[in-house]
């Protein structure tokens, strides 16, 4: 399985200038032959927790129609992040986009305390199934609370995704959290980052892939957008930058 990682800027707020930037590193993915490609949480508005309500959206709105359309077209499965809002509550979602099939909206399960004051915690726990492994997706805080990992593994997962926001006073806690969860729960484990300013943070960059012993395979940079692709099944790993 072809999994492929998206490091982006995000312009604060401004959906369509964000998703010009996603459909950009989506077609790369593409053209790696990715079977899925993750970004980081809250990615199509920036991490921005003032603004999410006024944002907020649903999995069908008509302006992320062309992530459908890629997903139809070269069977690729497609994770973004998104505020949406469900009977008056806010919440932050991963809206999934898999080929010709219905959208899903897994929403972050358990929230880093100062989000409970805007967000409500989703109550939909899920992984992934493909033809080649099972997926646990993660949305930044919730990735390592014991509960989550529990699921992921009661669930046959082999893989998990984490989409985060980590600052550069968070990323060495980030980086060994994760690696612990590759390690201790042996899962392949990739994370999702942003580079540049979100939500008041100087975000760190630094995604990256473990395997399953928590050894580190491949790491994007500090500061420039880019895409990191590991195949689970060759090992083969790939980096590209802007």
């Known amino acids: 399985?072809?999994?492929?990682?998206?490091?982006?800027?995000?312009?604060?707020?401004?959906?369509?200038?964000?998703?010009?930037?996603?459909?950009?590193?989506?077609?790369?993915?593409?053209?790696?032959?990715?079977?899925?490609?993750?970004?980081?949480?809250?990615?199509?508005?920036?991490?921005e927790p003032d603004l999410?309500?006024?944002l907020a959206t649903h999995k069908n709105d008509p302006r992320l129609d062309e992530f459908?359309?890629?997903?139809?077209?070269?069977?690729?499965?497609?994770?973004?992040g998104m505020p949406t809002r469900e009977e008056g509550l806010v919440f932050v979602s991963m809206v999934i986009f898999q080929a010709n099939m219905e959208r899903i909206n897994y929403?972050?399960?358990?929230?880093?305390?100062?989000?409970?004051?805007?967000?409500?915690?989703?109550?939909n726990p899920m992984v992934l199934p493909f033809d080649t492994g099972v997926v646990a997706p993660a949305i930044c805080y919730e990735a390592g609370q014991e509960e989550h990992c529990a699921y992921a593994q009661q669930n046959n997962a082999g893989i998990y995704v984490a989409s985060v926001l980590s600052s550069v006073n968070g990323i060495d806690a980030e980086?060994?959290?994760?690696?612990?969860?590759?390690?201790?729960?042996?899962?392949?484990?990739?994370?999702?980052?942003y580079v540049g300013k979100s939500g008041g943070y100087e975000c760190a960059g630094k995604s990256s892939v473990w395997n399953e012993k928590g050894e580190l395979l491949g790491q994007l940079g500090e500061k420039k957008e880019g895409m990191l692709l590991f195949d689970s099944q060759t090992k083969e790993l790939l980096t590209k930058s802007s």
């Open 1 to 47: 399985m072809r999994i492929a990682i998206a490091q982006i800027k995000a312009l604060s707020g401004n959906i369509e200038k964000n998703i010009e930037n996603h459909l950009k590193w989506i077609k790369q993915a593409i053209v790696l032959n990715a079977d899925f490609v993750v970004f980081p949480e809250l990615s199509l508005t920036g991490y």
């Open 52 to 54: 999410a309500a006024q």
């Open 68 to 80: 459908q359309k890629l997903s139809d077209e070269n069977n690729i499965t497609i994770g973004v």
């Open 107 to 123: 929403s972050k399960q358990h929230l880093y305390p100062p989000e409970k004051t805007v967000f409500t915690a989703g109550k």
């Open 175 to 193: 980086l060994k959290k994760l690696r612990n969860i590759a390690s201790d729960k042996k899962l392949l484990t990739f994370m999702a980052n």
